[in-house]
């Protein structure tokens, strides 16, 4: 910590901060309804129920996951 620089909490020194447009495209996908859809435990567990012949990709299959957790398909 430099002189003079209030103190952070621990753990955030080394957390890089999201870039300008970042916020830019949060914000106009927020205007436009869009909301964070959060990966949780129970996304997560039910990626393993995936048959491997499927899915292969890991994205695909969190996304898969989600979809059947949240019975959005």
Do not use: C, K, N, Y
Not at 33 to 59: I, K, M, N, Q, Y
């Amino acid at each position: 910590m430099a002189r003079g620089e209030a103190p952070r909490p621990i753990g955030t020194a080394d957390r890089p901060q999201p870039p300008p447009l970042f916020d830019a495209a949060r914000a106009w996908f927020a205007a436009q309804g869009f909301a964070p859809f959060e990966v949780t435990a129970e996304h997560a567990s039910a990626v393993a129920g995936l048959p491997l012949t499927e899915h292969r990709d890991p994205f695909d299959r969190l996304l898969v996951a989600q979809a059947r957790v949240e019975r959005l398909g």
